[in-house]
């Protein structure tokens, strides 16, 4: 039976990073707070169209690539973002959630939005949503929620730049997602799975039935390899609007992929009938590729022609490509490094990838879920990389307490040693001294976006000098 610890009921107080070090980005979140949280999404379109009419339809100031699906959505709208970027036009780019501060939702040409720039379009907001919030009020309605708001915001700062194209990535969902207001030209479906089942569906087809809400009318939809039943939906849903469908491993592939240091070496042959030379991805895991595939793919229908991407776009286009909280090394002696995946499809590429990617002999995991995810399957998919568990709360009320965690753990991963801790640091503090113990040992702090956010500032603030 696995061991049990408990140490100090410190609680740990996340940096405010979503508005770290600058006070107009800390009101706009602060007012942002206050409003319905984004993890309580309300299934509806109409008042976030209502808003954004009133200030002025700012999301139909630029073409638009939007991307849905289950993981990978982040990592895909980073590739494509930097490759159109690598072509020279300005872009835009919108992520949910953020790992540490807020402005990292909203990019301008690979940056975080300056924090008064943000502070400006808050400020352009503030009539419409008080015309808006007054309607549904009257109307027996809740009022805007935090990411409709955030999304309307997002699409001003991007009109106000000007973009010439922005990359979306959505929410939860699609047919009723916030940034579902788009008419986007080119639709993207990373590979879909199950969460957030108690909102979008107890089976595959029901969650991609919502997700392919986000393909219009002519419109060329682009989808990574997908449960049959997935394709389905997508397939139904372009035949309906008569959209173009390109499919990966049908109509364009992966042909290469083979570990390089810092990452990997990958051939694509595209949709445009191109056989790309190898190029390097300064990513780790078979997943990666995949979404790279996916992302180049994305951004020639863009340009809408049977013209491939220029060989020195795509080097340059991927050479300076980033994905923060995905295998991001946070600091050594020992070695540390953080991963958001945070349901059982993602920690099952996340188990892929390090024994690929790195030859470590044992493996301490500081694991910490949200209650409303699947705990006791993100624990079993990651059983196979875990030689010593601490399990510890995130810094949200909506986390999975410690005693909870460790139940599940100890039934998911058995023969293990497992730890409670109360805190991050103090759930650090044990893995490192545990992994300092041995040659060949690291730590790996996964199973949460927050919990992610949490390491990364933590080691900033204790300066570890990597992340």
Request: proline share 5%; net charge negative; glycine share 8%.
């Given at each position: 039976?696995?061991?049990?610890?408990?140490?100090?009921?410190?609680?740990?107080?996340?940096?405010?990073g979503?508005?770290?070090?600058?006070?107009?980005?800390?009101?706009?979140?602060?007012?942002?707070?206050?409003?319905?949280?984004?993890?309580?999404?309300?299934?509806?379109?109409?008042?976030?169209?209502?808003?954004?009419?009133?200030?002025?339809?700012?999301?139909?100031?630029?073409?638009?690539?939007?991307?849905?699906?289950?993981?990978?959505?982040?990592?895909?709208s980073?590739?494509?973002?930097s490759?159109?970027?690598?072509?020279?036009?300005?872009?835009?780019?919108?992520?949910?959630?953020?790992?540490?501060?807020?402005?990292?939702?909203?990019?301008?040409?690979?940056?975080?939005?300056?924090?008064?720039?943000?502070?400006?379009?808050?400020?352009?907001?503030?009539?419409?949503?008080?015309?808006?919030d007054?309607?549904?009020?009257?109307?027996?309605?809740?009022?805007?929620?935090?990411?409709?708001?955030?999304?309307?915001?997002?699409?001003?700062?991007?009109?106000?730049?000007?973009?010439?194209?922005?990359?979306?990535?959505?929410?939860?969902?699609?047919?009723?997602?916030?940034?579902n207001?788009?008419?986007?030209?080119?639709?993207?479906?990373?590979?879909?799975?199950?969460?957030?089942?108690?909102?979008?569906?107890?089976?595959?087809?029901?969650?991609?039935?919502?997700?392919?809400?986000?393909?219009?009318p002519?419109?060329?939809?682009?989808?990574a390899?997908?449960?049959?039943?997935?394709?389905?939906?997508?397939?139904?849903?372009?035949?309906?609007?008569?959209?173009?469908?390109?499919?990966?491993?049908?109509?364009?592939?992966?042909?290469?992929?083979?570990?390089?240091?810092?990452?990997?070496?990958?051939?694509?042959?595209?949709?445009?009938?191109?056989?790309?030379?190898?190029?390097?991805?300064?990513?780790?895991?078979?997943?990666?590729?995949?979404?790279?595939?996916?992302?180049?793919?994305?951004?020639?229908?863009f340009?809408?022609?049977?013209?491939?991407?220029?060989?020195?776009?795509?080097?340059?286009?991927?050479?300076?490509?980033?994905?923060?909280?995905?295998?991001?090394?946070?600091?050594?002696?020992?070695?540390?490094?953080?991963?958001?995946?945070?349901?059982?499809?993602?920690?099952?590429?996340?188990?892929?990838?390090?024994?690929?990617?790195?030859?470590?002999?044992?493996?301490a995991?500081?694991v910490?879920?949200?209650a409303?995810?699947?705990?006791?399957?993100?624990?079993?998919?990651?059983?196979?990389i875990?030689?010593?568990?601490?399990?510890?709360?995130?810094?949200?009320?909506?986390?999975?307490?410690?005693?909870?965690?460790?139940?599940?753990?100890?039934?998911?991963?058995?023969?293990?040693?497992?730890?409670?801790?109360h805190?991050?640091?103090?759930?650090?503090?044990?893995?490192?001294?545990?992994?300092?113990?041995?040659?060949?040992?690291?730590?790996?702090?996964?199973?949460?976006?927050?919990?992610?956010?949490?390491?990364?500032?933590?080691?900033r603030?204790?300066?570890?000098?990597?992340?």
């Open positions: 039976m696995p061991a049990i610890s408990r140490g100090s009921n410190q609680v740990n107080s996340h940096m405010i979503e508005a770290s070090g600058n006070d107009s980005a800390a009101r706009v979140y602060e007012a942002l707070l206050e409003r319905t949280g984004e993890a309580n999404p309300r299934p509806r379109i109409d008042p976030v169209r209502r808003l954004a009419e009133l200030a002025g339809s700012p999301q139909l100031s630029f073409p638009v690539v939007q991307v849905a699906g289950t993981n990978g959505k982040t990592s895909t980073r590739a494509i973002e490759l159109l970027r690598a072509h020279g036009l300005r872009t835009g780019l919108f992520t949910s959630p953020h790992l540490i501060d807020f402005s990292e939702r909203f990019q301008l040409d690979g940056e975080p939005v300056n924090a008064d720039v943000l502070a400006a379009a808050w400020e352009e907001l503030q009539l419409p949503l008080q015309v808006v007054a309607e549904l009020v009257a109307a027996g309605h809740g009022p805007i929620t935090f990411f409709e708001a955030l999304v309307v915001l997002g699409f001003t700062i991007f009109a106000d730049a000007p973009v010439e194209v922005a990359v979306i990535e959505v929410g939860m969902g699609g047919e009723w997602d916030a940034t207001i788009v008419d986007a030209e080119v639709a993207v479906f990373t590979p879909i799975d199950l969460d957030h089942t108690e909102i979008l569906g107890r089976d595959i087809a029901t969650v991609a039935r919502t997700k392919a809400g986000i393909i219009k002519g419109c060329t939809v682009v989808t390899v997908q449960d049959p039943a997935a394709l389905t939906e997508i397939e139904a849903a372009a035949a309906k609007h008569q959209a173009r469908l390109l499919v990966q491993g049908r109509d364009f592939r992966l042909a290469e992929d083979r570990l390089a240091v810092g990452g990997r070496q990958i051939g694509v042959v595209s949709a445009t009938g191109q056989n790309y030379d190898p190029a390097f991805v300064p990513l780790h895991g078979k997943h990666q590729a995949e979404n790279i595939t996916l992302a180049i793919a994305a951004v020639e229908a340009f809408g022609s049977e013209r491939p991407v220029p060989e020195e776009v795509l080097d340059e286009g991927l050479g300076q490509l980033t994905s923060p909280g995905r295998l991001q090394l946070i600091g050594n002696d020992p070695v540390v490094y953080v991963d958001s995946a945070h349901n059982p499809h993602g920690a099952r590429a996340l188990v892929e990838a390090v024994t690929e990617s790195f030859n470590f002999e044992e493996l995991l500081v910490g879920v949200l409303e995810k699947d705990a006791a399957s993100v624990l079993a998919a990651l059983a196979p875990a030689h010593q568990v601490t399990v510890t709360p995130v810094d949200s009320a909506r986390t999975l307490d410690g005693e909870a965690l460790f139940e599940l753990a100890s039934s998911a991963i058995p023969d293990t040693l497992i730890e409670v801790a805190s991050l640091p103090e759930a650090l503090d044990a893995a490192r001294a545990w992994a300092g113990g041995a040659d060949g040992r690291a730590v790996l702090v996964v199973g949460s976006v927050l919990l992610a956010g949490e390491a990364i500032a933590f080691s603030s204790e300066g570890w000098g990597i992340a």
